[in-house]
């Protein structure tokens, strides 16, 4: 069963950075992508960022491109999301999630992802 469990949000303040990692485990990668995503209050969830597992090809929404960057970490079965000059807009929870395969049409859907983790806090103060 795969599981991904993300950690790093917090507090912070604006122009401040955060590193969220999302750990992967039950499942052997290969051609899947990981995605992230946040979700505001009263907000639907958003599209971040995705990476695919074995060509390391990214993808990012055009509302963080060149601000948030994803990489991962095959040896420790991790994705990370930098995140830079925070704003209290950034405010959300943030999830990873795992797609079976790579496609760059559908990498924004949500519906495109089958496992989801739990989510991280990360709140941005003015």
């Known amino acids: 069963q795969v599981q991904l469990v993300e950690s790093g949000g917090g507090l912070v303040k604006a122009g401040d950075s955060l590193r969220l990692s999302c750990a992967a485990s039950?499942?052997?990668?290969?051609?899947?992508?990981i995605g992230w995503f946040r979700q505001a209050p009263g907000n639907e969830r958003e599209f971040l960022a995705a990476?695919?597992?074995?060509?390391?090809?990214?993808y990012y929404a055009d509302s963080v491109k060149g601000r948030f960057s994803i990489s991962r970490d095959n040896i420790r079965n991790t994705v990370s999301l930098q995140m830079n000059s925070l704003t209290p807009e950034d405010t959300a929870v943030y999830y990873c999630?795992?797609?079976?395969?790579?496609?760059?049409?559908?990498?924004?859907?949500?519906?495109?992802?089958?496992?989801w983790g739990q989510g991280t806090q990360v709140t941005v103060s003015s």
């Open positions: 999630a795992v797609a079976i395969y790579y496609a760059d049409y559908a990498l924004s859907s949500r519906d495109h992802y089958e496992y």
């Open positions: 039950g499942r052997y990668f290969t051609n899947d992508a």
């Open positions: 990476i695919g597992w074995s060509n390391g090809a990214t």
